[in-house]
């Protein structure tokens, strides 16, 4: 996810940490003792994230920049690759959990329910350098569960289809037009699949596909309605779109199975041709 902030990142921080200092300010974690030039205990932050490498490498940086800002608080960025929210899970029940952590809007709901997660609305409003008119209103709506705030959106993401020009080439294919439709996708998909080896198992293929969702909204089609009380698979253009996702893989053999795809990402298979 990718926002359209007016400002740095590091200066929306203070919201994000906002719900766990007031409560810690009066039982702060120390290290070793240190006090700031005023005598104030350090409070220490736990900041639980994933990500790239690019990402593990930008939040340190981000964390000194606040530190600088606000003295007497030390944000502890934590990194964890794999297994995140199995990690998560385990820590909330360990009672251990990290003070702020990333959380993806779906979640939001079962988190908030369980109590895991505070209200962030007073501390938005407290906030001068916070304007929620800086983020997309859908983006911000996510993160909202029966009329309160429990999260801000570090950024919205869009997703597209790449080609692989090597393989289009070799194939004697021509690059997809700006019109084209699910026949032609699974055109090229069949045009670009191969079987080198003869064994009736492709070792290229064609096309991997995302979760079937994208294909649902490319149809204009949402998984819930908007007040999210009323699933709408089960309309003719869903049951169309999830049928062609599962047909990709198990019918037409295009794209990759899914302990195929296991273990790696799409861009890795992308990169391996």
């Not at 340190?60 to 920049?65: L, M, S």
Request: charged share 25%.
């Amino acid at each position: 996810m990718i926002g359209p902030f007016r400002q740095p990142l590091w200066s929306l921080l203070p919201a994000l940490v906002a719900a766990i200092l007031a409560p810690s300010c009066g039982r702060p974690s120390r290290e070793g003792g240190a006090r700031t030039q005023s005598s104030r205990r350090i409070v220490t932050i736990r900041f639980a994230v994933w990500g790239g490498t690019k990402e593990a490498e930008i939040w340190p940086e981000i964390a000194r920049k606040f530190e600088e800002r606000h003295k007497g608080i030390k944000v502890r960025v934590e990194f964890w690759p794999g297994d995140y929210y199995a990690k998560l899970l385990t820590t909330l029940a360990a009672k251990d959990a990290p003070d702020c952590f990333y959380l993806t809007y779906e979640r939001v709901p079962a988190f908030a329910s369980k109590g895991a997660l505070l209200p962030l609305d007073r501390f938005v409003k407290e906030d001068k350098a916070i304007n929620l008119n800086d983020f997309f209103p859908q983006a911000l709506s996510m993160f909202r569960w029966k009329g309160k705030l429990y999260g801000l959106p570090k950024g919205v993401h869009t997703l597209a289809v790449f080609v692989n020009l090597d393989l289009f080439r070799k194939a004697g294919l021509e690059l997809p037009r700006r019109d084209w439709t699910w026949a032609d996708y699974l055109r090229l998909a069949k045009a670009l699949t191969k079987d080198t080896d003869g064994d009736g198992r492709p070792e290229i293929f064609g096309t991997s596909i995302y979760p079937f969702d994208v294909a649902l909204y490319q149809s204009g089609v949402e998984i819930v309605d908007a007040k999210r009380k009323v699933c709408l698979l089960n309309r003719p253009e869903a049951i169309e779109a999830v049928r062609f996702c599962r047909d990709l893989i198990f019918k037409h053999r295009v794209a990759p199975p899914m302990r195929t795809e296991s273990g790696l990402s799409h861009g890795d298979l992308f990169a391996a041709g």
